[in-house]
Each structure stands twice: as C-alpha cells, then as structure tokens.
C-alpha cells in the first residue's frame, strides 16, 4: 500500500524514534517520540485502518519508545523516562518506564519503572516476547550495581519471576 501520515496534527512539532509493533493477525501500534519530549501512538487493524486517534503514552521528558506485542493481543510500551519539566525519572536520573495496554489500545496499570536499581541513568529501551506472553525488556545502565559505565541489563516479566539480569558486564 502507499504511504500515510500516523501523527496528528503535521504541523508546529517535529517528530522522531518511530517504531512499528506487529501483532500476530497484523494488526499494529506505532509509537513516536512527539517533540518536545512526549510519547504518542496509534492503533491500525491488519487492514491498515486507523483505529482511534493519536494517545499519549507519557506526556513528560520521554524519549526513545519501543512496542512489543503479545501473544493474546496486548501490547506493551517502553521508553527511557527524564527528570525535567514533571519527568520523574527514577529518583536518581533518567529510567525505562513500561505500561500495558489491551488489544484495544485502553491502557491497563499506571506506568512502571522496568530498572531495578536507580543509580545514573538508565537508556536505550528494547522489548521482546515469547508465544507464552512473557516479555524481555533491555536497557543500557550507566554504573548499575557498580558494574563498569554503559552495561546492557534485561528484565524478564510475566510467567517468569521478574528480576535483572546483567547480559553484558565484560
């Protein structure tokens, strides 16, 4: 099919980090970074109709979002959260937030910080799913657990136990 605009309104802010999430009937979310510093999205079905208009995922100091959906339909949204202009980071610098959303786009629980610990900040979102619904998630931490600056850390969710997990401290 041809190209289609996913951002309402085109005009006044400048728009950047899409990324695309494809559920298992084809149906997808889009996720963008909406300058100055907010998340949005948009829902399509597999026919590539919108479903919806635009929504907010985080209002304040977000960048860099990343989607994942899951086996039943639910998607789930992640993103590296600042500390400036109503950001709360994650008490300490900037921090990977998530929240869930049902295969209708309603949100399900508040946001929620994904790194375990908070020292420096925490970068870099990334998520992946398995065919049970448990999803990885993976950031880049500055100084976590005295680990060397800029080591990537994932955190397993779902069926199994929630817990980070050091993948690369060489």
Request: aromatic share 10%.
């Amino acid at each position: 099919g041809g190209e289609f605009v996913v951002n309402e309104p085109t005009t006044f802010y400048f728009r950047t980090n899409p990324r695309v999430a494809v559920a298992g009937g084809g149906a997808f979310v889009i996720v963008w970074q909406h300058n100055p510093l907010s998340v949005l999205a948009q829902r399509y079905d597999a026919a590539g109709m919108p479903q919806g208009g635009n929504f907010v995922i985080s209002p304040f100091e977000a960048a860099g979002p990343v989607a994942q959906f899951t086996p039943h339909g639910r998607f789930v949204v992640a993103w590296t959260q600042g500390v400036g202009a109503g950001g709360s980071g994650d008490g300490s610098g900037r921090g990977i937030q998530a929240r869930w959303f049902a295969a209708d786009g309603s949100p399900g629980a508040p946001a929620f910080r994904v790194n375990t610990s908070t020292l420096g900040d925490q970068d870099i979102a990334a998520l992946g799913s398995d065919g049970a619904g448990r999803v990885v998630r993976g950031w880049v931490s500055e100084h976590e657990k005295g680990q060397s600056v800029n080591n990537v850390f994932a955190q397993r969710h779902g069926l199994l136990e929630a817990r980070a997990l050091a993948v690369d401290t060489a």
